[in-house]
């Protein structure tokens, strides 16, 4: 599986946006970049995904580089309630039937400053 | 909304225990996942099903089973819990073949110490 690089930590203050890098630098061409987020005491949920163009979303937008080596997940306007760890996941939609998981990272851990 | 619900949000086992971990989802999917996250290694797969009675072991199957006797449910067995499977156990669910999200949605976990 094509593996993922993102920061540990980052710090943002509210109401300001939020740009959280992503590395995939083996990146196939079957692969879509998802991003998922966890927020304290839940499990995970989905934010987005893309494959070439950015995306945009009522929470966040996923701007994709041109060579598809990295990927920058976009919170416009950060709250409190946006602290969370965010994972960057590529997923080959090339896999066979039955076999769609997904392989987390360790993600980014989002610290929002009031 | 999707609901997917696990039996217990913390459990206290001892060593040497069987121990069932319970996951129902009221959606329909196909798929159905458990995963184990520790502290600085992330989520780690164990084991999923696409199907009622088909299992796949994921990255970390050691120690584990599962079962799948209906579509909604989905079991992970520890059939002699150790202190090394203390964690946070995640259920997950997600339609198979929806194209390109195939969104997965999660439970809450539940939170295993084996003493």
């Known amino acids: 599986d094509a593996k993922t690089t993102q920061p540990n930590s980052m710090e943002s203050n509210e109401e300001e946006p939020v740009h959280l890098p992503c590395n995939h630098s083996?990146?196939?061409?079957?692969?879509?970049i998802h991003w998922y987020r966890q927020l304290p005491s839940q499990g995970p949920e989905y934010v987005i995904h893309?494959?070439?163009s950015n995306v945009n979303n009522r929470m966040a937008s996923l701007a994709i580089a041109e060579d598809r080596k990295s990927s920058t997940l976009i919170l416009h306007r950060a709250t409190l309630r946006d602290a969370a760890v965010y994972y960057c996941?590529?997923?080959?939609?090339?896999?066979?039937?039955?076999?769609?998981?997904?392989?987390f990272g360790t993600g980014t851990r989002l610290t929002i400053i009031p | 909304d999707v609901k997917v619900t696990q039996s217990s949000r913390y459990l206290v086992k001892r060593t040497g225990e069987k121990v069932f971990l319970e996951c129902v989802q009221d959606m329909d999917h196909e798929n159905m996942f458990w995963y184990r996250q520790d502290p600085g290694l992330g989520l780690r797969l164990i084991y999923f099903s696409y199907d009622v009675k088909m299992k796949e072991k994921g990255d970390i199957p050691e120690g584990y089973s599962v079962s799948r006797e209906k579509k909604e449910r989905f079991s992970l067995i520890l059939e002699s819990a150790s202190t090394n499977q203390t964690s946070m156990y995640l259920c997950?669910?997600?339609?198979?073949?929806?194209?390109?999200?195939?969104?997965?949605?999660f439970g809450p976990g539940t939170r295993l110490t084996v003493t």
């Open positions: 997950a669910s997600s339609l198979l073949g929806a194209g390109l999200a195939n969104e997965q949605y």
């Open positions: 996941i590529l997923r080959d939609v090339k896999v066979n039937f039955g076999n769609e998981k997904l392989t």
């Open positions: 893309g494959l070439t």
């Open positions: 083996t990146i196939s061409g079957t692969d879509y």
